[in-house]
């Protein structure tokens, strides 16, 4: 290859431009020379010299660019990042083969055939082996190429080409005979929303929880603290602002859970029983399935509040506990029990559970937090210090306090913090743009919290009754496409403070496991489809496998009941009766509503002041954000059909 040349880059990048390449430059500097990933989106695939290329996963950006110099033809490289859809690309390599280069022949005609099948959801695992069985690799240069991007893709996507085929969904929303709106693909419980929507724009707000709770029987909780991830793919997005989907959810649940006379059906018990251990959200969830489908079932719940990681680890001032309480009675309504202080592994055998139950179901969760450094009582984990605000009414900390941390477990201790009047700093490797934490970032700013962003610990001294941190610049947060952090080991900075609070993660109790239940790296190892355990009967959901945030643990809930049933004989979970959407014409100015903004109020006076910060919609404001639903599920997806 000649020095200095020049390479044209493409895809989800900030910078797209002509970058010049010298003999020693890494696809990971032309991405950094790009500006990086637009709107901080992960890098998922590299792709060099066009559509019949080559693809590299995001762990080799630091080979040299001069290693793929045989698909430089077109000194093109595109950065595609995780809204890349494997399948959908295959189906495109295959179209291009017989439309653009009239590469039309059996194998070509056979593979699209096969990747149509499956991104229709009519594929099987049959459907795969028939692709590997038509792969050429000696006839042309495309159709040698298009194999071996193939194999790539079905090897590096395994999970997600499985779930096109087993699950019959497009995580991405790309496939569309796959989704029925961008909103309910992206949500991991696959809440109907513009459903219940409808429902509420025609004042049928107990219907509209009902269809809520047919995925998602924590929508009352979820009304208040989901990370809504639908309104993230909300097509209305595309064209000015996002529906307001969690203040709508809100506004419906607050008017039906605080009537008392909420009531739902569920079938006669069945004689078979369950044990649940952890009252958090996956354990509640699956409770109800469970109890609806006619199962006897117990959670266990080791403290002397239900909600788990709800109830401990997220402040009063987003989620109050009596909303935890209130929607956790209606599923104590349908039979189950929740015995509290009662911690399995002590209190109880895990082995005795099994014994006494047809199956057990363990989601107890991720509650030990992370931390380093001296021993010292004034380094905490975060969690252990919201559990102990919260739940056991601490009202003490020091004057001065250090968060370690980007994500919301970090902001809810840093407002936590402050409202027991302290000083507080956040320090986070990320930049603030970067911070995992969306909306509750702006909220700790704007309530007073101070950041130092891009700095890392370096060392961490007891003086006397102070601890003195020393933090140091992080220049990079990933490296060949995971995270090891680069740092400044010269540009430092110190601080003297009364308290460190560790907010760097969090991991599971495993030691009530008996010993046939395996784990890999400290997370149980589960059937990834039916969530059983390597213990005949026992299952597991939630963090005690793969942390994540509330409607995952709720999604996953659903799945393992119906797991469950299905192994114990049962005839499918039992949902109640059908709901019908009603199917009025929208309306035609709908463009015109502005947006109802949901309100966070900044209390005059934090201390001590764990009032709820989020006001919920006037019945105007929600009936008006309700009618900016595009109802993209009858609108864009199902045929039209003309009388």
Not at 440 to 451: D, L, T, Y
Not at 573 to 580: A, D, K, M, V
Request: hydrophobic residues 35%.
């Amino acid at each position: 290859m000649e020095k200095n040349k020049m390479i044209h880059t493409f895809g989800d990048i900030c910078n797209k431009s002509a970058v010049e390449i010298f003999e020693k430059t890494t696809i990971s500097d032309i991405l950094i020379e790009s500006k990086g990933m637009k709107e901080n989106r992960k890098l998922k695939v590299v792709q060099i010299g066009g559509p019949l290329g080559v693809c590299i996963p995001p762990k080799d950006i630091s080979k040299n660019i001069n290693e793929f110099e045989n698909f430089l033809n077109g000194n093109m490289i595109a950065f595609l990042n995780d809204l890349f859809c494997p399948v959908d690309y295959m189906r495109f390599l295959t179209r291009f083969l017989i439309r653009e280069l009239r590469i039309d022949n059996d194998n070509t005609r056979k593979l699209n055939q096969l990747v149509e099948k499956i991104t229709q959801g009519r594929g099987d695992i049959q459907t795969l082996e028939d692709i590997k069985k038509h792969l050429v690799f000696g006839k042309t240069i495309a159709e040698k190429r298009l194999a071996d991007i193939f194999l790539f893709l079905m090897d590096e996507f395994e999970d997600e080409v499985l779930e096109h085929i087993l699950d019959k969904k497009c995580q991405t929303g790309i496939c569309r005979t796959l989704i029925t709106a961008q909103c309910i693909n992206a949500c991991p419980a696959e809440v109907y929303i513009p459903g219940y929507i409808e429902l509420m724009k025609n004042d049928k707000y107990e219907m509209a929880y009902d269809l809520m709770r047919k995925n998602n029987p924590l929508s009352f909780i979820c009304g208040k603290i989901c990370a809504r991830p639908c309104e993230d793919r909300c097509r209305r997005k595309e064209i000015e602002s996002t529906v307001g989907v969690r203040a709508l959810k809100r506004f419906t649940c607050d008017l039906v859970v605080n009537n008392k006379e909420y009531t739902e059906s569920k079938l006669d018990f069945n004689s078979k029983k369950i044990a649940i251990v952890g009252g958090g959200p996956a354990g509640i969830s699956a409770s109800y399935y469970l109890a609806k489908t006619g199962y006897d079932v117990t959670i266990y719940e080791a403290s002397h509040v239900a909600g788990g990681m709800l109830a401990m680890g997220i402040p009063e001032y987003r989620l109050p506990q009596k909303t935890i309480d209130d929607e956790v009675q209606l599923i104590t309504n349908l039979g189950v029990k929740i015995i509290k202080n009662t911690r399995i592994g002590k209190d109880i055998q895990l082995k005795t559970l099994r014994e006494d139950n047809n199956a057990v179901l363990l989601a107890s969760g991720c509650h030990i937090g992370n931390k380093f450094g001296p021993e010292s009582e004034n380094i905490e984990s975060a969690v252990k210090f919201l559990k102990e605000v919260k739940i056991d009414k601490r009202k003490t900390i020091g004057e001065t306090v250090l968060v370690i941390g980007g994500g919301d477990v970090a902001m809810d201790a840093a407002r936590t913090a402050l409202r027991l009047e302290a000083h507080v700093v956040v320090a986070s490797l990320e930049s603030f743009d970067q911070m995992p934490s969306k909306e509750e970032k702006h909220e700790a700013k704007e309530e007073g919290v101070n950041f130092l962003n891009q700095y890392g610990i370096k060392t961490i001294e007891i003086e006397g009754e102070k601890l003195l941190v020393t933090l140091k610049r992080c220049l990079e947060l990933e490296k060949n496409g995971r995270f090891d952090p680069q740092y400044d080991e010269n540009d430092i900075k110190t601080l003297k403070v009364d308290n460190i609070l560790m907010a760097i993660g969090q991991r599971s109790d495993n030691t009530y496991l008996d010993e046939d239940i395996k784990t890999i790296n400290g997370w149980v190892k589960i059937d990834k489809y039916s969530f059983e355990t390597t213990a005949k009967d026992v299952y597991a959901i939630g963090d005690m496998y793969k942390p994540g945030i509330a409607i995952k643990a709720i999604a996953e809930a659903k799945k393992a009941a119906a797991a469950i049933d299905e192994a114990l004989g049962g005839n499918g979970l039992y949902l109640g009766e059908e709901i019908e959407i009603p199917e009025r014409p929208l309306n035609c100015q709908m463009w015109e509503v502005e947006k109802a903004v949901e309100d966070i109020v900044v209390p005059k006076n934090l201390a001590n002041n764990f009032e709820l910060v989020s006001k919920v919609y006037t019945k105007e404001e929600a009936k008006r954000e309700a009618g900016r639903c595009m109802r993209c599920d009858r609108n864009s997806i199902k045929p039209l059909h003309l009388k």
